[in-house]
């Protein structure tokens, strides 16, 4: 049976609500994956931005009246790299094309997400991979699934045994953050197993909450990068903090997404 998108009216739930967001964002991800293929040449910085544009204009021309309709009370997020608290209230917090520059080079890790924060905390989110058609979805309270199925965190307990991931919050990053991050994936050879680097940083919390790898951590940020892993995380079973091991919020200056049995190893070896 084909998906409908439903906008005759507010859904009745949340649980309603994350269905027909993931509509929408399937139907984002299929225009994507329409444009993907190709390399995009650039020869300035411009050209790049222009291209970025065109693919974020092109999500957005699906994931803005659809969303706006669903719930037209909330707020909505101009800027995908915007950090910090957000208003009190209804926000949706949407990443158009999540690795736009991979999609822009013909690389497969990209995806369209979109994020309802309710007074600052993030309440349902959907992270869709058009290239493989999988569908990570996460409401307070209701867990975390993978196209229907239960996601839970792994049960790892020796970072020694772990893949670990991270990635860079900005393409133009502060010069302190850069060397702050050399610095955390150095320790991490040192004590992880596997360390990965990659953009962006949904792709690695989506493995996190999927088990599929133990941590991932990130200094600054953004709060489409962050908030749909935060959820598919936490209603996974795992545990979110900054890199000190403090309670993480919009503003904090870095992340962490642990399984649980690592968690206080990971702090320790970013501490260093």
């Known amino acids: 049976m084909s998906e409908t998108l439903q906008t005759t009216g507010v ?5 309603d609500l994350l269905a027909q967001t993931a509509i929408a964002v399937r139907a984002a991800g299929s225009a994507l994956r329409e444009r993907f293929g190709d390399v995009v040449r650039y020869q300035t910085r411009d050209e790049l931005m222009r291209a970025l544009a065109a693919n974020d204009d092109t999500a957005l021309a699906i994931l803005r009246p659809a969303l706006t309709e669903l719930r037209p009370q909330a707020g909505w997020v101009e800027d ?43 309440v349902l989110t959907v992270v869709h ?26 049960r790892t307990a020796d970072l020694g045994l772990s893949i670990v991931a991270t990635s860079q ?17 150095t320790a991490m050879l040192l004590d992880a197993l596997v360390v990965r680097t990659a953009v962006p940083a949904t792709l690695h919390l989506v493995n996190v909450a999927a088990g599929r790898i133990d941590a991932f951590w990130q200094f600054a940020g953004a709060r489409a990068d962050l908030l749909p892993g935060v959820l598919l995380v936490t209603e996974a079973g795992g545990q979110i903090s900054d890199a000190q091991g403090h309670p993480w919020t919009p503003q904090s200056s870095s992340f962490l997404a642990t399984a649980p049995g690592i968690h206080a190893q990971a702090v320790a070896t970013l501490s260093r």
């Open 11 to 15: 859904p009745a739930t949340d649980a």
């Open 80 to 122: 995908e790299l915007d950090g910090g608290a957000l208003p009190s209230g209804e926000w949706w917090v949407v990443d158009p094309a999540e690795g736009n520059v991979n999609h822009l080079h013909a690389l497969p890790e990209w995806a369209v997400t979109a994020t309802l924060v309710r007074d600052n905390l993030p």
């Open 129 to 154: 991979l058009p290239l493989t058609g999988e569908t990570y979805t996460a409401l307070t309270g209701a867990g975390a699934h993978l196209d229907g199925r239960p996601l839970h965190v792994s």
């Open 169 to 185: 919050a900005r393409p133009d990053e502060d010069e302190t953050v850069v060397r702050r991050v050399g610095s955390s994936i």
